[in-house]
């Protein structure tokens, strides 16, 4: 860790910005993992649940053990930063984060991007992305690459999906879920340029989609360059412009 984050872990735990941090156990700061991927990949999810806030850390509850079984299958777990949009657990159900909590807390969301410097940011949940554009609908940001002024180039590549609490509410979107989360972690890892020898192997029923076609054939990867691939174009416009 190095002496940014954790003074920056301190600040957060320390935060009496808002009435939050008197109804809940208190602010729970990003995770910072041990050997991080370089360029650095992180995830920011809403708010911490019962469990996190009970014992510090972010995505140990329910919704985490299902984002660490299923992103953990395409990216090493160990390796992302993880973080929260707000620190505090809101004192209601569901605890769903307010828009003025997400602008009191907004400092903190600033200390997190900072410390960690991602080059590649997981946002999920519509939350998350409203901290960056308030206006978003998950319908129009979900699985498409956006850019917010952070990381180490000036710039983070973020993409968005669903929560995974929505995905334990909602089982029927799983498999839509899994096609975003392995799309991120692909493009995450062509872009860092991950060698093949540290890239995960998963079972590729977990990421075939009838709808789309993503998987080609046994090769376990997405087809990214196939015609009848809806994310074609996503995908030229983030390597275009990131190989200039």
Known sequence: MTPEQ?????????????????????????????NPYNPVIAVQGEAPGAQEAEEGTPFVGPAGTLLRNKLGKLLDYDRLFLMNTICCLPDRKPPTPLQREVEACRG???????????????????????????????????????????????????????????????????????????????????????????????????RKSPATGMVQGEQQELNLESDENPRLAEWIKIRDTYYP
């Open 108 to 206: 903190n969301l600033t200390k997190q991007l900072r410390a960690a410097r991602p080059s590649y940011l997981l946002l999920l949940g519509s939350v998350a992305m409203k901290s960056y554009w308030p206006n978003m609908t998950m319908d129009k940001s979900r699985a498409r690459w956006w850019q917010i002024p952070y990381g180490p180039k000036g710039y983070c590549w973020v993409m968005g999906t669903f929560h995974p609490a929505y995905i334990l509410r909602r089982p029927d979107e799983m498999a839509v879920w899994l096609e975003d989360l392995a799309f991120f972690s692909f493009c995450a890892e062509q872009m860092a340029g991950i060698p093949e020898d540290e890239r995960l192997q998963f079972d590729i029923k977990e």
């Open 6 to 34: 954790l003074q920056a872990k301190i600040d957060i735990k320390h935060c009496k910005s808002c009435p939050l941090f008197n109804k809940s156990k208190g602010p729970v700061p990003f995770y910072v993992p041990a």
